[in-house]
């Protein structure tokens, strides 16, 4: 090859593990209470670098930086320090909604500014934030001489492990989008993975990485490079930059979140803390947190059908039966999915014929609306493109316009197409295939979020983009699916196993809220298939699967022969002023606690995975000096997941105050619910 | 959610391993001797997938098969089986050169016609060729109503190993292009990895997936998505799609090639057999390989310069002087590099001032040219372009007019730019930069190469593409680099490790030839550091690693400190009428004998790892009844690799036959080199 200068020939014969070790330190920084620590070097070639290290040992080793563009050299290479900024901020903000009402943003900063040595002296910003439980760092590409527009082939950013650990993991860029069940494997038995990745390396330390703030950008994904070290695999785009901007902006956030533990993972609220804002108002007359039932779970069983004919579920008559029943279970709002015109041919894929503002002939839209008006209910609409983006783009005003005429303050979207195959069309009818997370999806995405903000409307997407904290600053973006909810034991193949939800509370959710749809009581799927789950374990996840809308997935008939384990249904809120994730490992259990926003209850949640458990939690939450009423709900005598014993469940009642310590007890596949009723309180209705 | 009609809810609910237990077989095909055999399925959904059996253990699982395009829908689900033809052959065919006279290609052919049920109604065939050591596959892509332009964003080809085992790999996309080296690590540790990726199955069985006859297409690399399960991850190029093409074309073949043992793995023909004909003709005239001597190795350790200057290395007198020892040595060829203008700015990843046809003013391309002549040496060109593809276009017929009124026989040239970092300008004067395996480049390469056959002019191509077999068709693409050779053992840095050659024979090599160029017999790089072989395995890896132009790169100065090994490379042949890989390990070691083409004499060259080792091989490649003085360069006592013992060697000749067993003893870094002079038969020089 004949590669080099003689004066560079040191350098480029190196690996690159070896080059890392020739850096030289140009910058450190340390997080508010000194754990975490950052080193930023160069190596010889002027190629930049980071690596973070906790109570002095290394979390991630020597990592590139950079970009390769699809028009110009990569920005990488022969760069200089030629400025850098510190900054120091501490401030606590409220939340609208979430599973803390206040939330503390403390952290330090660092910005460096990068040049090039070479001709084209390009600038290329890098600002790390360190927090006591994490670090992040996003680029910033000013606008300058020799980059005005930035066609991104590929972002070069590394994350080398400087630990062997073990990961849990779901694959990138396979046809089924998000909707895989998590690996778990030797970090380096990684293939590519999807955000969030969350790791326990070695030495004990839990990492999780993701991303914040996605916005006008693609997907960041993590392709092993070999052993322990990832690289950035952003998410395509139908054109040829995977990111095509003019230059002056800066890309979402880097997140490298650090605990002791996986329950230190899930009180994390860097992801929050690196977005803007609420940029919405005061949105408290128009967002409203709530549980909601609908016509969903007899369709994915394949009782009934999205598209018209004999088995449509979104009849007027059914329609009114479910409001019926959410007035009467104090339940706020029915989700009605197949209401409109569209769903008759193979709309997988295609959904241009959808119309979002023309019910079906068997719907009685405005008399549904004033129906449930009148039993102080709200219908929650349902805009399902089919991967169709553009034609939805095209009705995005008429159909939110048409969806606050109805009374409808939630929307719940849907992208039901395989990965890579979203369709959008130009302006002069070309056709192109896009990614669900590649930049032209996600400003689709927050298109429709945006636009929806104008009617008061609120979006749960399915098939979603990832959540990356962007409900602070639009606190309408209640929800997302991004993930195997509830539907997948609607099925006969394939069911979610056991340990499928402890993972998710520690992977998943620590990017924000899934809109899993849980408490099917009758645990039966299709075909009266078996879900594997005990019936306490379906309350549980109330309170250890947040999201501000939650289903009750189960039909009407079904919620009436479990009066018992029903009532936790209807106690349970959807709104937290404070959250603590008491304990867990990632994929075996988890137990989460809660207190209601506005009241003085505090809630818990315990889910397990196929193995008996018991754990001990002492109730340190509690408010001093006061006595509670412990209403548990927990697996009964020979519960088990595998057998029709699944259902047993004992209801008992304990008095309780803080620092008792608490048995929980978790049959295989179960869980446990408990309600802590704060002394002298009125049940709640 | 909500992604399903009732009817395919059990489908669409499973996993892709659930899936593909469903599918149905449609089609079945077996090798010529029957061990190996093929199951083509679909599935529910219509999609198509392939196994491969050998003895009725499967090795690939069902693996799915189809097309991610820009700009329509994918190629994938809802296909039927349209068409079925069988063919079968079993020919010979002859090699200009290579490590084989005759190849024998003997397969049966499966050719499958799938077509959409869907509106669009489109077909994709895929076409199977069964070999007794391997299975290959490839799609057409007929030109048909709804598809006359392919615009590909992904090829969706799975390689689904049904059993563990462990894989030797280089990761892809990194920015040192193919110059990494392997790792070997379980199969399901694979992160994304180049091909030729071998593997050694838990059941023993060898099995190697690379690629045949690339052209027109982009460069395949295997990411790995989960488990023992791989996809095809198609190199990008500066374009939306990965590959564009007009519809009516095949792509090339994807062939997992199997055996017993890794020495079988060497002995696959399928690769060539996979390519077209010769389509050079008669070439016997103006190919001819050949050893080459050269100014290089001076270059690469930092005493010269390419560059003009003081330690300019390609003067009149230097090069004077190499072709008298190339004269002297019985060597046919000088490789001279820097002899160019061009070189004097930062020509890495820009070498827009090189011109291939102006010396520089202390080279006196005229009259070396006429010197080499009269003493019977022909120069080597050399063709940097700095990566600067675009530039290197414009100037290509020029140059290898120049070359061939130089007497120039064979032209190495670079591509010295990271990966993705190639120059493409357009003719309206825009910018992009290419991959040196994306479609772009792959014509680039092809396109050198036949504009260098017009001229009777070969190519030993640096920073290529990978080798797919097309020496077959182009006959004058007589090498390449593509690896870690010779060359980081100039250098102080990351010199190659012991076990480098013997994983290099087991994976690139089965892609084809490569110009490592070895004989450094001094075993020292720059500033005297030491390289890790031994003398004897110097000799041994011009037999193990085929060339056709193949180096002796060490210094004539070095060379005459060691005359008694330096015979060995003088003697040795550079093409051969058979070879057989007698035994070997991958990354451990490799046996290797070969037959010269035109003369009776044997060659035998191995090569072993750290460890020392004995191997025993029995000669039954020998000709029976035939006398034979082996001349064996054996480690010396006490030779290491780690000390200044590496020079010990033992020089000595013994009589033997046909059925005689040798051992062949190799010190720690060593190996061994043997030349079978045949009875009788005079001493070639």
Redo the contacts between chains.
Sequence with gaps: ??????L???I?????A?VAARADVVAKAASPDGRITLTVSLDGEGRPSYAVQRDGQPLIADSRLGF???????I??NLMLADTKRDRSDTTWTQPWGEWATIRDNHSEIHLAFREK?DLERTMDVTFRLFDDGVAFRYTLPDQPNLHHVNI??ELTQFAFAQPGTAWWK?A????REE??Y?K??L?????AQTVMTVKLAGGTHVALHEAALVDYSGMNL?????NTFRAALT?G???PKVSRNAGFSTPWRTIAIADDAAGLYMNHMILNLNEPNRLGDVSSWIKPGKFVGV?WN??K?NW???RGP?HGATTANVRRYIDFAAASGIPAVLV?GWNVGWDG?W??NGNAMNFSQPTEDFDADGLAAYARSRGVTLIGHH?TGGSASHYDGQLDSAFKWAADHGERVVKT?Y?T?A??IERVDADG????EWHEGQWMVNHYLRVVQTAAKYHVSIDS??PVKDTGLRRTYPNWVSR?GGR?M??N?????KNPPEHEANLVFTQLLGGPMDFTPGVLSLSG?EGSAIQSTLAKQLALYVVLYSPVVMAADTPENYAKYPGPFQFVKDVPTDWSDTRALNGEVGDYATVARKEKGGDDWYLGAVGDEEARAVQVTLDFLDAGRSYIAEIYRDGPGADYRTDARHAIVIEKKAVRKGDILTIAMAPGGGQAIRFVAGGKARRR
């Design positions: 090859m004949t590669r080099l200068t003689a560079a020939l040191p480029f014969a190196l690996s690159l070896a390769m563009l699809t028009d110009a050299p990569k990488e290479r070479s082939a590929e694959p860029f396979e046809w089924n895989y069940l690996n494997t030797p380096d038995a990684v293939g590519t392709a092993r490079v070999q052993g395509p139908a054109g040829a969903w369709m994915i394949g059908s999205w598209a088995k999915e193979n997988f894929g399902e849907g039901v395989d890579g195959q070309t056709r192109h295939r399915h098939e699916e909810g539907e997948y609607a099925w006969i193949g394939g299709s």
